[in-house]
């Protein structure tokens, strides 16, 4: 799969393609959040890819971004309703959609947060890494121990 190609980008848009976007750099681990916050936004277990600070966007002006909490904004195409990203507030990292990209096939689904807060109704078959709440805040939240 990584054939020595330089760079690759990825490409998606929302449902109405008011909004399109180009990632580079792409990476193609998946990973799921199944976050009460999450859950409630999008309806179900999130599915999101790290694309880092290197996103651009076409249609920006279609595009409304919700102050969520403290640390993140999630953001929606106010044409359609589609979710677009959940963003970070310390490093600008892009969480950009799974289901927003327009080819699927090399994607790989890796890891599932917030697992403890998982409802009981549903289970992903995939094998994945897992982590609770305090294990991600371990992880990822920086000065965590300042
Ligand atoms: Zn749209
Ligand atoms: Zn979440």
Request: hydrophobic share 30%.
């Amino acid at each position: 799969m990584n054939d020595g190609r330089e760079i690759s980008e990825g490409r998606g848009h929302c449902l109405c393609g008011a909004v399109s976007f180009t990632v580079r750099n792409m990476n193609y681990s998946v990973d799921s959040c199944h976050c009460g916050m999450c859950r409630r936004w999008g309806g179900g277990p999130l599915m999101f890819v790290d694309c880092g600070t290197d996103v651009s966007f076409e249609g920006e002006e279609n595009i409304t971004v919700y102050d969520s909490s403290d640390w993140a904004e999630r953001a929606f195409c106010k044409q359609c309703g589609s979710h677009l990203f959940y963003r970070l507030k310390h490093n600008n990292a892009h969480q950009m959609l799974v289901g927003q990209f327009n080819e699927q096939e090399n994607f790989h689904f890796d890891l599932q947060v917030y697992v403890d807060y998982k409802p009981a109704f549903y289970d992903f078959a995939n094998k994945t890494r897992e982590l609770t709440e305090a294990e991600v805040i371990e992880e990822f939240v920086p000065g965590q121990n300042t």
